[in-house]
Each structure stands twice: as C-alpha cells, then as structure tokens.
C-alpha cells in the first residue's frame, strides 16, 4: 500500500533535497521554480547557499531534512553514500516517520535500492528508486528521463515532483522495487557501447582522411543515428570535454552494471570491454572529465592525438 494519499503539489508538499552536485542543485533549483518548499543538505556550502537564496531553508543533517519534509528526495554518487544517508548516524531513517516517501535518484546497486525499500518499509515510510539520464543539461532544463522502481500508487501520487524535474512523457514506472536502478544498468550498458563505437567509427575516419563532420552528418541521417552520435559526437569533434557527467561517475556505472550482470549470469562482452576504455581514461587522470573523452583513449590507441 503507498504511503502516499494525495497527489504532491507546491500547496501541500514539503520537500526534501539531499546532495547538491552537478545534478542535484539544478534539480533542486527547478522544484523551487515549480513553487515546493524545501529542505536541503549537502556536503558542500556554495551549493546550498544558492538554493537557500532561491528560498529554500538548510538542514544541518539528513535527519533534520526528514523531520521537517513530506518526501525526501537524494541525488547522491554512490551506493555507500546512499546507504550512509539513509540508515547512518544523523541519516534520514532516523527521523522517519509513517508516510514518508523517499525518492532516491541517485545511481546505485539495485540490489542494496531493494534492502533500503524494505528497510524503510518495515518503519512505514516508502522508497521508490529513480534514477535519472539525460546529464546536466538535463538536469539544468528539467527535461531528464526518468526511470521508476517501487509502488505503483506512490509513483503516481509522487508525479508532479517528477514533472518539476523531468520530461513528463520521460517519466516511466518500470516495476516494483529496484527495477528503476536496473533499467538505469541497461541505459548506461547502451550508452557506453554506443559510445565507444562512435569513437572507433571516429578514429577510422580520422585515420583514412575522410572529414569527421561529414560522416557524423552522414551517419546521423540513417540508421546509426542516436544521440550519443548526436550530442557527444558533437563534443568529441570540438574536443569540448567539460564535464555534463564525469567519467568516474560513468565508471562506477558500469562497474555497478558488471556487478549486476554477474548476479543475473549474463554474459556482456561489449559493455566489458567500454568499462575498461574508460577505467582507462579515469587511470589517465581524467576522471573529472566528460565520459565522452572516452574517445580519447582510442584515439589514442588509434595513434591519433587526443
């Protein structure tokens, strides 16, 4: 049963807002621009002082956050960061209460999105996994794609906090508990080979003096159009690799994916081998970097100068 009655709405809803980076602080910025109130907590200040500007109040802690909220939401890097702010010292858990929803978009084990649920569901509270694609320009335009696991009812009643944030028709439930993180598992297995064959279509081209542009032109008018050829052929081109999502983030997507893969006994040669590429790039130092600059390590397999 959803621990959620009514559909959450600016009049009614206390949000809170948990990790500020590069995604969090636009998402939590776009929920202020929809009209919520809310709570946030980060580990750095200059974030939070930008959204307490935008008229949202601080939380000295992940508790505080929950005492005052009707729904928390985190954005956070990893699993252990998830796992700390829910059930550690100080962490939401110990300030939940019946009703609660916990909205964790962050990119985490679907196994441990699964324990948390069930957690939160023995204290009366609710947690619907959704992690979210789209990077940081989506994230800064409230476009994202959003991916859903847990209780159906709680997903709808939840929604109009998802549209502040993403896409309305990008917003798809797809199971129950932990199925939201799987489906992020298959985006970001598409996404990396995806990416690498782009990169090595890239070097070819390269390599035998043909115009980059002009196949990219070529290549996005037929069957092998997709937006990683969209989107990050464009930055490989211009060698524009600011960070929209950091490649040691997208390296501990994949890494998570492997993990997944081997729990489930399903074989996955391609994503293996575009973790590696960019195990590479973040061994290089360049972990900071867009996981686009993937293309540079086979550039420079390929010879070629980065």
């Known amino acids: 049963m959803s621990a959620v009655s009514v559909p959450a709405s600016p009049a009614t809803t206390t949000l809170g807002f948990i990790g500020l980076g590069l995604m969090g602080r636009p998402m939590a910025l776009n929920l202020r621009k929809a009209g919520f109130r809310l709570a946030v907590h980060s580990r750095s200040r200059p974030p939070v002082e930008?959204?307490?500007?935008?008229?949202?109040?601080?939380?000295?802690?992940?508790?505080?956050?929950?005492?005052?909220a009707d729904v928390v939401i985190t954005m956070l890097p990893d699993s252990?960061?998830?796992?700390?702010?829910?059930?550690?010292?100080?962490?939401?858990?110990?300030a939940?209460?019946?009703?609660?929803?916990?909205?964790?978009?962050?990119?985490?084990?679907?196994?441990?999105?699964?324990e948390l649920a069930a957690d939160a569901a023995s204290r009366g509270a609710t947690l619907?996994?959704?992690?979210v694609s789209g990077g940081e320009i989506g994230a800064i335009e409230g476009t994202l794609s959003i991916m859903v696991g847990g209780d159906a009812d709680a997903v709808e009643c939840v929604r109009p906090i998802l549209e502040a944030m993403g896409h309305r028709d990008r917003i798809t439930r797809i199971g129950g508990s932990g199925a939201g993180q799987l489906a992020k598992v298959c985006n970001q297995m598409v996404i990396a080979a995806t990416l690498a064959g782009v990169s090595e279509a890239f070097a070819l081209a390269h390599k035998a003096g043909v115009d980059v542009a002009a196949v990219r032109k070529a290549l996005l008018g037929g069957f092998a159009a997709s937006r990683v050829l969209e989107v990050h052929g464009e930055r490989i081109l211009a060698g524009n690799y600011r960070p929209g999502f950091r490649a040691a983030l997208?390296?501990?997507?994949?890494?998570?994916?492997?993990?997944?893969?081997?729990?489930?006994?399903?074989?996955?040669?391609?994503?293996?081998?575009?973790?590696?590429?960019?195990?590479?790039?973040?061994?290089?130092?360049?972990?900071?970097?867009?996981y686009s600059a993937l293309a540079t390590v086979v550039f420079g397999l390929a010879g070629l100068d980065n």
């Open 50 to 68: 930008v959204l307490v500007a935008a008229g949202a109040v601080e939380a000295a802690t992940p508790a505080a956050v929950a005492a005052r």
């Open 250 to 290: 997208f390296h501990k997507d994949l890494r998570i994916a492997g993990e997944t893969l081997g729990a489930h006994g399903v074989p996955a040669p391609v994503a293996a081998a575009a973790h590696q590429l960019v195990a590479a790039l973040v061994a290089a130092g360049r972990g900071a970097d867009d």
């Open 80 to 94: 252990p960061d998830v796992d700390r702010v829910l059930r550690g010292p100080l962490g939401v858990f110990e």
């Open 128 to 131: 619907l996994d959704a992690p």
């Open 96 to 114: 939940v209460r019946p009703g609660l929803v916990i909205i964790d978009m962050s990119t985490i084990s679907p196994g441990l999105t699964r």
